[in-house]
């Protein structure tokens, strides 16, 4: 074990965090720390690394380890640059490697004694050096940093210059690259791609130490974890497992401690009618066995009802009218500014109906395509269409066009006055606005707070074509459950900026991913997108360093440009392969019930009454027959096929 937390309590005024909760991690772990926004996620991490004092109980760390911690929000003031920033992370082996350096200069004008003694010291720093793999010290700095989405280009730049979320990616590669016994981190995939996401997610599979994680993101802990601790209405439960694991468990716990609720609930109305019944009676006996009765009653041992699930409430969304069938159609569409081409030349439609999820690395234009889809910018050149009836409804991140002086029930009333009461407080309870909360001004909230009611107002709007970028952000699993459900059940056109994988996973019909300065279609999930990604990123977008360099011929690089196929085509391929995959598999059935019937007729030929009979040899020595000629037709199918 290396880290336990013994019966810890927190409280701020009446506002109860944690009481009397226990948890341990054990050596090599991977734990997830879940619960609603707010349950006290955070506050558990900052107690345990000494940022806030425990009320009670007891945190303790296995002697002789090290943690190392991860807060969502960085303030790195240092004049570093990315690259050395991070490199301080490395700061003891790299003096290590710098007195090596000293000593071998100073070796050849040493002699005696003093030779003897700096060769000793040297031979215990070489050891030393080469056990912590300090040879590779340089190329480790650089790999963490590319994996975290920071390009060669960036390592000179200054951390003063960079945003909180740039900061808080440096602060994740320093953290990384320290490798303390057990890591603690804050919502560490926050501000990374889905490259990075899927870079940091192997990293922790194989990080040797412990790692204790707070993170909505379900993709990421089904992958990662192996445990979970969950944080609700002040109590620790520990679940075993990743996050699927807990979910059902949680369920199957939750259903059966309601039943016993409601068992018990029937149990005490039928003691208090029994008691009523006796005392109606009106005889001294019948008291007494009512007194009795009352007794046993006051003495039964309560159970707590099961709090109520917040996925219980529902969002419909639904459109004001239907749309035409063609909703969006975009032609040659290009984007760059002064230091960086975004997309060039990009084609692709979007029909009545369809959930489409934009993908791809930070900083390649996602957000630029949906600002230039709302007119929020110009593209550079290409045009966009949209359909007869289309109306539009925008989620931009940056653009809150909220009223500062309202309050968050006020700003929905105000712009839904046929909404009722309980209707209003339910659409907010499910974006997190629960209690006095609804009555709080949207000029005293959180940016992420402002973005939650910004929401609720679209998923409210009846639009039949929703726009949204990162709608995500700053929910927590219960709201993005909500979410999903919502989306799911809407009859109307989605098209969205993502990075939650299990949100596109379960909502998206399609994916168009960013690469390489042009969209690759995929038509399915996230499961469908990983299975065929290197495939069609080779054939529809393949990297300048794989292509012909611009200098080549005029036909060269018209043989690149039809290696960049269509929407089109790229839509028409993938229903070729889906068909020939279903095509392969119909034949193989066919084929395997024909072997097994061919079987058949040679063992019904050995047995006596059927070798007797020549009209019953005559049938199925014709059946044989058919078989081996549709056989031979299906085996050269197969063949093709596969």
């Not at 991977?30 to 945190?59: C, F, Q, R």
């Not at 520990?238 to 018990?264: C, F, H, P, S, V």
């Not at 047995?607 to 085996?635: F, G, R, W």
Request: hydrophobic content about 35%.
């Amino acid at each position: 074990m290396i880290l336990a937390c013994h019966n810890i309590e927190k409280s701020f005024g009446e506002d109860v965090i944690v009481r009397d909760g226990s948890f341990h991690i054990e050596d090599h772990e991977k734990a997830a720390l879940v619960g609603i926004n707010g349950a006290g996620k955070s506050t558990i991490l900052k107690m345990i690394v000494g940022e806030l004092p425990a009320d009670g109980g007891t945190v303790t760390l296995a002697k002789g380890r090290t943690l190392g911690y991860l807060a969502q929000h960085q303030d790195l003031g240092s004049g570093n640059t990315i690259y050395g920033e991070v490199r301080t992370a490395k700061a003891e082996i790299l003096a290590i490697e710098a007195e090596i350096r000293r000593i071998e200069e100073e070796l050849p004008s040493l002699s005696g004694e003093a030779l003897t003694e700096r060769l000793n010291t040297y031979h215990r720093l070489t050891e030393r050096f080469d056990r912590e793999n300090g040879y590779a010290c340089e190329s480790e700095i650089t790999g963490v940093l590319k994996g975290l989405g920071f390009g060669e280009e960036d390592f000179d730049r200054e951390v003063g210059t960079l945003s909180g979320g740039q900061k808080t990616r440096v602060s994740l590669g320093k953290l990384l690259l320290t490798r303390p016994d057990i890591l603690l981190l804050d919502e560490p995939t926050n501000h990374l791609d889905l490259h990075s996401i899927t870079w940091l997610e192997t990293y922790l599979l194989n990080y040797p130490g412990a790692v204790l994680i707070v993170s909505h993101d379900r993709y990421f802990l089904n992958r990662v974890v192996t445990k979970v601790i969950e944080i609700e209405q002040g109590s620790l439960t520990t679940y075993m497992g990743n996050y699927a694991d807990y979910a059902q468990k949680k369920q199957q716990i939750r259903e059966a401690r309601l039943k016993e609720y409601l068992n018990q609930q029937q149990e005490i109305r039928h003691q208090e009618a029994v008691i009523e019944k006796l005392r109606s009676f009106n005889r001294e006996k019948s008291i007494k066995r009512a007194e009795s009765r009352e007794k046993m009653l006051d003495k039964m041992e309560r159970i707590e009802k099961p709090a109520e699930l917040r996925t219980d409430i529902r969002l419909t969304l639904e459109p004001s009218c239907v749309s035409g069938n063609d909703v969006l159609s975009v032609e040659h569409l290009s984007k760059s500014f002064p230091d960086q081409t975004l997309f060039t030349d990009v084609s692709f439609s979007i029909r009545r109906g369809e959930h489409v999820a934009v993908i791809g690395d930070n900083g390649t234009g996602k957000t630029t395509l949906l600002k230039i889809l709302n007119d929020v910018i110009r593209a550079d050149s290409g045009s966009f269409t949209l359909g007869a009836n289309v109306h539009v409804g925008y989620y931009d991140q940056e653009h809150h066009v909220l009223h500062m002086d309202k309050t968050v029930f006020d700003e929905i009333s105000d712009d839904y006055p046929s909404l009722t009461h309980t209707q209003i407080r339910n659409m907010l309870a499910a974006f997190l606005f629960t209690g006095d909360d609804v009555f709080k001004r949207i000029g005293d909230l959180s940016g992420g707070e402002r973005g939650r009611v910004s929401l609720a107002k679209l998923m409210l709007s009846e639009a039949n074509f929703l726009i949204l970028d990162e709608p995500t952000n700053h929910l927590d699993i219960a709201s993005k459950e909500i979410l999903e459900n919502a989306l799911n059940n809407y009859t109307g056109t989605v098209l969205y900026v993502s990075h939650d994988r299990y949100f596109i996973n379960q909502t998206a019909t399609r994916i168009l991913e960013l690469v390489n300065q042009t969209f690759v279609n995929y038509i399915g999930n996230y499961d469908y997108y990983l299975e065929k990604k290197e495939e069609l990123t080779a054939a529809c977008a393949p990297s300048s360093s794989s292509s012909l360099p611009n200098t080549g011929s005029g036909a060269e690089r018209g043989a690149v440009s039809e290696a960049k196929l269509s929407w089109q085509e790229q839509k028409e391929a993938q229903a070729r392969e889906r068909k020939r995959a279903s095509d392969l598999k119909k034949t193989e059935e066919r084929i395997t019930l024909l072997e097994e019937r061919d079987s058949q007729i040679d063992a019904l030929m050995a047995e006596e009454e059927v070798y007797t009979n020549s009209v019953k040899c005559q049938e199925l020595a014709k059946e044989k027959a058919d078989i081996a000629s549709e056989l031979e037709v299906l085996y050269e199918k197969w063949e093709e096929l596969a």
